[in-house]
């Protein structure tokens, strides 16, 4: 046991408490996640999160987020910002990192540094059409964790088995997800009339 | 026909030679895109995207795109960033807007504007531990786009059917991917030493 209190920043307390409670209220446990997205030119878009729905009600973050998404300049685009499938790693990157401090101040181990690598392998005659046996996205990806801990190397190692276990995002790019999508066609007129 | 020249700011002529010139150069279209990702503390965590591999090379975003992700306060967490969910949903509908982009300008459809809106259903009884029975992820997402285009409702739809084909996060999303997750334990001494 360590003799110093272990705290990694997360309530765990109140995360038990939370599910507690959702598990006689399920219903409370349905969210809703959202983003909206503006197309500004080109390949370049700006997109922003702020409200999502959860615990029965509407809930907003203290801020609007908003992230710009493009293509790089070898692909002849203007480079404003992350490329669609790097904002893919970051949400996993981001996913599995919050759980690793979550599980190790849920199991009383002492994070000292936790940094992710990932590497996200990609045949890009894929989405350019050259290939239709080439799969438009990542053929697969590999995520390097360096931990410095408080805890043997077995332990840190069963840090990231379970928060791999626990990730949203893990479970959304290891496991297919239905997308439904509907298009309303604005002042489409036909005939260039503005 | 339009009179005036179409111009939605994608150079397709630059993306045709490029399928060409990587349909007979195949080693040059195998792609590594990356992020790395820092704990902060807490949930919170910071994430940089700047180098990748393609076209046979190092390659560099002209700027590093930095991240934070966060969880949000109703989850005892500080609010620092998106969740990493929502980064998910952002890099879809970024994908998607730039094949809607890109798609029009080869099918010379002048966009007058693109917005979409995203949503993901998920029962957060899965990431909380409550029920092993409910996924982590999305249940499901619902995209819907917004598209004013001089080009009948019908092609508009078409444009979008189309970017969905070839996007890579559309793939990420509704398809499975295989993740490999390696851990070094950096100056793990169990003991609690520093």
């Not at 110093?4 to 409670?21: P, S």
């Not at 197309?39 to 203290?62: C, Y």
């Amino acid at each position: 046991m360590a003799t110093t209190k272990v705290d990694n920043g997360v309530n765990v307390d109140a995360l038990l408490a939370a599910r507690e409670a959702l598990g006689k209220a399920p219903e409370a446990a349905q969210f809703n996640w959202r983003a909206t997205c503006k197309w500004m030119n080109g390949t370049h878009s700006r997109s922003a999160v702020q409200g999502f729905h959860g615990l029965g009600q509407e809930q907003k973050h203290k801020t609007t987020f908003t992230f710009d998404a493009d293509h790089p300049e070898i692909f002849a685009s203007e480079d404003k910002g992350a490329t669609p499938v790097e904002l893919v790693l970051v949400g996993l990157a981001s996913c599995l990192t919050a759980g690793v401090a979550a599980v190790a101040q849920n199991r009383k181990i002492q994070l000292r540094s936790v940094e992710a690598k990932l590497e996200g392998k990609m045949d890009i005659q894929g989405i350019l059409g050259i290939d239709s046996d080439v799969r438009n996205g990542f053929d697969d990806i590999k995520v390097t964790f360096d931990i410095d801990a408080d805890a043997s190397k077995k332990d840190i190692e069963a840090l990231v088995e379970q928060s791999q276990k626990r990730s949203a995002v893990f479970d959304i790019v290891t496991n297919p997800t239905n997308v439904t999508v509907k298009v309303n066609a604005v002042n489409a007129a036909g005939g260039g009339a503005r």
